[in-house]
């Protein structure tokens, strides 16, 4: 399945939206997340450097999300039993989605702080 064209690798990875929309709710509440996020930006109207960076930091928690579901679904199906090292994969991966929300919360905030004050 090596060296597809552009069209039907788009479509695997529409694909691939569609399936983590689908099983994950931890996608949806981040999708979610990510409306609000845009909602506040089309009432508040900041400068466009703020719609950049806010949009990156939502963005960084969606693809970690992504990932982690990604890593979940492959290791489940790997190794459906119990491991120590399997847990610890998850952990981390889980790590990975903890830091970006992190970001985005400071981004957030930010964002806020620069909106009351001016
Ligand atoms: N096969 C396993 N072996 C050892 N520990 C596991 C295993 N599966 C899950 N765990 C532990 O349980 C935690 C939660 O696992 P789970 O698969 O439910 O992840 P989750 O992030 O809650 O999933 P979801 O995104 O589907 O809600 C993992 O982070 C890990 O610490």
Redesign the pocket.
Known sequence: MKGQGFGRRARFALNGLKLALAR?R?IRTHLLGAAAVLLVLLVTRPAPVWWAVLGLAVGLVLVAELAN?AL?TLI?HL?P????E??AA??IA?GAVLVASGIAVAVGLAFAFDFLRS
Do not use: L, W
Not at 81 to 84: D, E, V, Y
């Open positions: 994950e931890s579901s979940e489940d190794h039993a119990q491991h120590p399997i847990g998850k952990d889980a």
